[in-house]
C-alpha cells in the first residue's frame, strides 16, 4: 500500500507554524545581540584581564564547548530550580542560547582584536589621520571584515540550534511542530514542512548576509 | 520519587557505551559518505560538483533535530520499520558526510595545483592521481578539523536521546524522572561528555597549532 501524504493536514496549521517561525527569529535574534556583548566583555577580559579572570572565562569556553547545548539547557531549566532560581522555558532557553554562542563569540572576537597589528595604527598615525578616523577605518572596518564570516555563520548555527529549545518546550518552530503532530498525526508531513522552513530561513540569511558584505565590507582589492 | 542510588548511577555512566558506539558508527559512516561528497565537490563534471554542493547546503542550513526527525519518519513512508537506533545512525551519517566532505574538500584544495598537475604528465589517471598523489597530502590538512567535528558529532548524540534512543542523556533524563535530582545527575552527565570531547578538543588545536608553525 503506497503512503498517502496528507500535507493539506499540516497547512491547516500554518498560523501556529508562522508564530513558531517568528518565535524562532526573535529567540535567535535576542540570543545573538545579548551573547555579542557576553562575548566582547569576555574577549576584553581574555585579552587584558587579570590572571584569575582569564582562567575562568578558559574554564567557561572549554565546558561549554566540550558539552552539548542539550545538557546545557537540561541544567538551566531543571538544574538551576534546585539552587533556588525557577525559569520560565521562554527565559531559560534564552539564557541556554546566550551562554552557548558567548563561549564560541569571545574566541570570534578575539581574533578580531588581534587581526589588527601595531603597525596598522602607527602607519594610520604618520598618514595624519585623527584618531576617529584611525579607530573607523583602522581598527573597526577592518576587525569587522575579519571576523564577519564566523560572526555571520555562528548566527545561522545558532537560529538551526535554537531548534533543540523544544526539548523544554521553548515555543519555538519545532516545539510547534511537536505540537501539531501531536494533534494531527502527520508527523513526516509536519517535520518536513517545518524543515524546510528552517531552511528557507537560512537560505534567506546567507543571501542577506553576502548581499551585506558586498556592499558595505568589500576588501579593497590589491591590484 | 526514589532516591538516586548508585545502580542509577551506573546506568547513566554505563550508558555512554551507547553514546561512543553512535559516535563511532555516524563517523565511520561519515566518512565514506563525506569522501564521495569531497570528491564529487572536486570533480571535472560540473553537475556532480552543484550536486554536493546542494547536499552540502541542505545539511547545513538545517537542524540536525530535524534531519535525525526526518530520518525517523521517512523509512515509514516507504513501508520500512526503523527503531530509533537505525534512525539516529543513518541520521548521523549522512549530516557528517555533509560536513566531512566540505572540510575534506577544502584540505584537498589546498594542495598545490602543480601537484596535480605533475601526477596529469606521469600519465597518471582519475584514481592513483586522487589516492596516491593528493589525498595522502591533503590528510595532514584534514586531521585537526576532522577531530573538532568529531568533537561535534559525539555532542550531536545527545539529540538521539529526543527520538527515543537510549543513549547517555536519554538514560540521565530516565533516571531523573524517577528520582528527580537534576542537578547531580545532569552535572555528571555534563562531566562525562567533557571527558569524552575535551581531550579530542585539546588535540585538534595541537595538531592545528604545529601545522601552522610547519607552513611558516
Known sequence: ?223 | MRVLSEGDILFIIMAVRWTLLLSIVAFIGGGIGGLIVALARTSEFKWLRWLALSYIKVFQGTPLLMQLFLAFFVPGIFGIDVDPWGAAAVGLSLHASAFLGEIWRGSIEVVPRGQSEAAYSLGLTYVPRMFLIIIPQAIRIAIPPTIGFLVQLIKGTSLASIIGFVEITRAAQIINNATFRPFTIFALVALVYFLICWPLSAYSKVMERKLTVASR
Open chain 1, 1 to 223: 500500500m503506497a503512503y498517502q501524504f496528507e500535507f493539506a493536514d499540516v497547512f491547516a496549521y500554518w498560523p501556529e507554524l508562522l508564530r513558531g517561525a517568528l518565535h524562532t527569529l526573535v529567540l535567535s535574534g535576542l540570543a545573538m545581540v545579548i551573547g555579542m556583548v557576553v562575548a566582547v566583555l569576555g574577549a576584553l577580559g581574555k585579552t587584558s584581564g587579570p590572571r584569575w579572570l582569564q582562567w575562568i572565562l578558559d574554564a567557561y569556553i572549554e565546558v561549554i564547548r566540550n558539552t552539548p547545548f542539550l545538557i546545557q539547557i537540561f541544567m538551566i531549566y531543571f538544574g538551576l530550580p534546585a539552587a533556588g532560581v525557577r525559569l520560565s522555558s521562554e527565559t531559560a532557553a534564552l539564557l541556554a542560547l546566550v551562554v552557548n554562542v558567548g563561549a564560541y563569540g569571545i574566541e570570534i572576537i578575539r581574533a578580531g582584536i588581534e587581526s589588527i597589528s601595531k603597525g596598522q595604527i602607527e602607519a594610520g598615525k604618520s598618514l595624519g589621520l585623527r584618531p576617529l578616523q584611525i579607530f573607523r577605518y583602522i581598527i573597526l572596518k577592518p576587525s569587522i571584515q575579519a571576523i564577519y564570516p564566523s560572526l555571520t555563520s555562528q548566527f545561522i548555527l545558532l537560529m538551526l540550534n535554537s531548534s533543540v529549545c523544544s526539548a523544554i518546550a521553548a515555543g519555538e518552530l519545532t516545539a510547534a511542530a511537536g505540537d501539531i503532530q501531536s494533534r494531527n498525526f502527520r508527523s513526516f508531513e509536519v517535520y518536513f514542512v517545518v524543515t524546510c522552513m528552517y531552511f528557507a530561513m537560512s537560505v534567506l540569511f546567507w543571501g542577506a548576509f553576502a548581499a551585506i558584505e558586498r556592499a558595505w565590507l568589500r576588501k579593497p582589492s590589491l591590484r
